[in-house]
């Protein structure tokens, strides 16, 4: 079993940063890939980043490459999600995620544990 615990989320304004944080604890949790989703309200949950278990791999959505950087820690097996030049369409709830098999990274269906969740609001 894995626990993840976001944190980090808050209120932000147009163009400024904020950076989430996901502590992992668990069985085997540094061999698993950790990845970040989220979810405006209405809308599905879609794909932010995602990073390989070693940190040598990472993948982003189209809609934040070159504004994002996902990094992990894995002494303290806490993932990251830096986040810049933020627009209103960022906000969302953010859910950090793991997985410990393969499968298309960008589908919610690939990752095993959840955490709760944290928000992230970018105001105009």
């Known amino acids: 079993q894995v626990q993840l615990v976001e944190s980090g989320g808050g209120l932000a304004q147009a163009g400024g940063s904020l950076r989430l944080s996901c502590a992992a604890s668990?069985?085997?949790?540094?061999?698993?890939?950790m990845g970040w989703f989220r979810q405006a309200p209405g809308k599905g949950r879609e794909f932010v980043a995602v990073?390989?278990?070693?940190?040598?791999?990472?993948y982003y959505a189209d809609s934040v490459k070159g504004r994002f950087t996902i990094s992990r820690d894995s002494a303290q097996n806490t993932v990251y999600l830096q986040m810049n030049s933020l627009n209103p369409e960022d906000t969302a709830v953010y859910y950090c995620?793991?997985?410990?098999?393969?499968?298309?990274?960008?589908?919610?269906?690939?990752?095993?544990?959840w955490g709760q969740g944290t928000q992230v609001t970018v105001s105009s």
């Open positions: 995620t793991a997985r410990s098999r393969g499968g298309a990274y960008y589908h919610t269906a690939s990752y095993d544990y």
């Open positions: 990073i390989s278990w070693n940190g040598g791999s990472t």
């Open positions: 668990g069985r085997a949790v540094s061999s698993y890939g």
